[in-house]
């Protein structure tokens, strides 16, 4: 008689052993995301001159209130980098989900809706930080909330770097992280912003994944000669050979070099635009490389041509070919319903800094309507702002990535 309620109990169990967590109650979750969000818009982080701690502080009272493990590192007190992790079994290495609590500043005075109110208004919530970065900064947090409740099973750490300084003083932010407590962010890969979804008409077209950064490189002219006078001019007159030189690579078309990420965007780019754009994308594919280089270009043996020392941001790239990039494409799939393109970013990222150290990185972002930008309603711009149902969308977007890279199969 003893052993019938054990076999019962057995009957009950041995079904769930194995069974994958039932998808989070995003209907429900909402009106969680939107209030987060605001309480995020609301706090004033604008770099410079730079006070993040109140959105830091912020942050880890909620991870702390769910029990996920959380760490502050600051090289300055009111500029603080939170780290949070969910152990996984350690069969993979880490994921890194990283976002930033700072924002560009602002003129209060050319908002319609004043720039940290939060305020929501026609489906769109406006105000700093809404695309950039605090749509992000809650994605992330949410992530980590959803696979901590949903008790999702890992593989490999999810790690959230909420970080500071993005803006404008990266020293106290991501450079301080990686110099000084990289074995607290240490990954195989990271999802950050840099990427974005482009709606046209209301409709979704295509999603761009930052894969790498342009990163720039300064040269500097010299040129030298006997001093002149303005009545005597002489041939050898340093400034005439310089602004000849200027001029020179003014008009110079560098040759076009393709790397992984440019030829797939172009290649990918092609599909869905219309005859003749295609052509201009596929003609990019197999560029002239007849030109020669700068110091060819000036062929004036007067001006010397130098690498000139620059603070650039360490050169790095991702492959395409990572398990990340294809969990990337088949939720972009899911989610969107449009193609992915890889794409060199013009514009600066943290990324850089963790490309650097080995890091596979991929830039993603909610999906944006391209007439928004000519209206003024892009990021950095004094109506900056994000549709409700995107950012609902992003997020459940950013959580499948993070589950489906770091859950055990």
């Known amino acids: 008689m003893r052993a019938l309620p054990l076999l ?32 995020l818009i609301k706090f004033d982080t604008t770099d410079p001159p730079g006070g993040e701690k109140p959105a830091a502080d912020y942050l880890k009272s909620v991870l702390d209130k769910e029990g996920i493990p959380t760490e502050v590192f600051a090289l300055e007190p009111h500029r603080p980098n939170i780290v949070a992790r969910l152990k996984g079994s350690g069969q993979k290495r880490p994921l890194l989900i990283m976002a930033h609590t700072d924002t560009v500043n602002v003129d209060p005075k050319k908002w319609t809706f004043p720039p940290f109110s939060a305020t929501r208004d026609g489906g769109f919530v406006y105000g700093r930080g809404t695309v950039d970065d605090k749509d992000n900064v809650v ?98 007159n340093a400034v005439t050979h310089l602004s000849g030189a200027v001029s020179k690579v003014a008009a110079w078309v560098p040759p076009i070099r393709l790397n992984e990420t440019t030829g797939s965007y172009f290649k990918r780019l092609a599909t869905i635009s219309s005859p003749e754009e295609a052509e201009r994308y596929r003609a990019a594919l197999s560029p002239d ?58 514009g600066a990222t943290d990324m850089a800094y963790l490309r650097a150290k080995g890091i596979q990185c991929y830039g993603v972002g909610p999906a944006t309507d391209i007439e928004d930008g000519p209206k003024g309603f892009g990021a950095h711009s004094d109506q900056e702002r994000i549709l409700e149902s995107e950012l609902h969308r992003f997020v459940r977007f950013h959580y499948d990535l993070a589950a489906d890279l770091a859950r055990k199969p």
């Open 289 to 346: 490389t007849s030109v020669s280089g700068v110091k060819q270009v000036i062929n004036d043996p007067s001006v010397e041509v130098a690498w000139a020392s620059n603070n650039v941001r360490p050169h790095g790239t991702s492959r395409l070919g990572t398990d990340a990039f294809k969990v990337l494409e088949e939720n972009v799939t899911e989610h969107y319903k449009v193609v992915t393109l890889p794409t060199m970013s013009t």
């Open 139 to 236: 994605a992330a947090l949410m992530t980590m909330v959803m696979l901590k409740r949903q008790n999702v099973p890992l593989e490999r750490d999810v790690i959230f770097l909420a970080e500071a300084g993005e803006e404008g003083a990266t020293r106290i932010g991501i450079q301080f992280m990686a110099e000084k407590h990289f074995n607290a962010i240490d990954a195989e890969y990271c999802f950050a912003e840099g990427g974005s979804v482009t709606r046209i008409g209301g409709e979704t077209k295509y999603a761009s994944v930052q894969t790498l950064e342009k990163i720039p490189r300064a040269i500097r002219l010299t040129a030298r000669g006997p001093a002149g006078h303005g009545s005597v001019p002489l041939e050898s």
């Open 8 to 39: 019962l109990v057995a009957a009950i169990v041995t079904p769930l052993i194995g069974q994958t967590p039932s998808p989070p109650d995003w209907t429900a979750a909402q009106d969680e995301t939107m209030r987060h969000f605001q309480a």
